[in-house]
């Protein structure tokens, strides 16, 4: 048995990826937003494919769904603050990171959709 199914999930990959693009271009904001900004879109981003991760190792597909609502919202924190960055001025690579969390964000989707549907019909039996 695997331990880390997840990391099969194209949509834990894509958050990973996330992770890495937004690390790499907080790193470039001013020193007086270390501890605002730059460590609450950090904690926002890591968020995401954590909860994709603990989620994936719950018992139940109600869980999982749960957890992967949880990622949803944590993705939505970090568009707000990646635009923030970007009315602010730190953030030069706005549009690639907006791209990639935006596919992020379909696939969670998608995925939570499958999982609904996986629980109603176990429901309806």
Known sequence: MELA???NLIVWQKAM??????YQAS???????????????RRAVV?????????????SNKDY????????GSLYETLTQLQI???????????SCNDLAQEVGRMLT????KYDSIRSSSASE
């Open 65 to 72: 769904a749960h957890f992967l609502s949880i990622a949803r």
């Open 17 to 22: 990826e996330l992770v890495r693009m937004v």
């Open 47 to 59: 968020s995401i494919p954590s909860n994709i991760a603990e989620g994936s190792g719950r018992a």
């Open 27 to 41: 790193k470039k904001f001013p020193a007086d937003e270390r501890y605002a900004l730059t460590d609450q879109l």
């Open 110 to 113: 998608s995925l939570m959709k």
């Open 5 to 7: 199914p997840f990391k």
């Open 85 to 95: 960055a970007q009315d602010l001025g730190y953030l030069d690579e706005y549009d």
